[in-house]
Nanobody, 124 residues
Framework: QVQLVESGGGLVQAGGSLRLSCAAS????????MGWFRQAPGKDREFVAAITWSDGITYYSDSVKGRFTISRSNAKSAVYLQMNSLKPEDTAVYYCAADSSTRRVTMRETYDYWGQGTQVTVSS
């Protein structure tokens, strides 16, 4: 069982930066692939970024590639999402997710554990 708590969301102007954090409980954090997803009002939850536990390979959606960076600290049982050059279309609730799989990590259905989400609002 893994419990996830996100933090770091807020209001920022376009072009600004935010760093999201996700703290995980459980003793086997280093065996979980971690992902970030987001959901804007009226839209489906979409993949943003993921990092596998086995070899630290990272994945990004095309819409954030080059602007966002996912990283993890197994020592702190945490995963981070550094978001730069933010755009109004990045406005959404951002969710942290965890799963022991290393396959299909860009798919929402892969993940068994989810946080409650943190709101990110980018003003133009």
């Amino acid at each position: 069982q893994v419990q996830l708590v996100e933090s770091g969301g807020g209001l920022v102007q376009a072009g600004g930066s935010l760093r999201l954090s996700c703290a995980a409980s459980g003793r086997t954090f280093n065996r979980y692939t971690m992902g970030w997803f987001r959901q804007a009002p009226g839209k489906d939850r979409e993949f943003v970024a993921a990092i596998t536990w086995s070899d630290g390979i990272t994945y990004y959606s095309d819409s954030v590639k080059g602007r966002f960076t996912i990283s993890r600290s197994n020592a702190k049982s945490a995963v981070y999402l550094q978001m730069n050059s933010l755009k109004p279309e990045d406005t959404a609730v951002y969710y942290c997710a965890a799963d022991s799989s290393t396959r299909r990590v860009t798919m929402r259905e892969t993940y068994d554990y989810w946080g409650q989400g943190t709101q990110v609002t980018v003003s133009s």
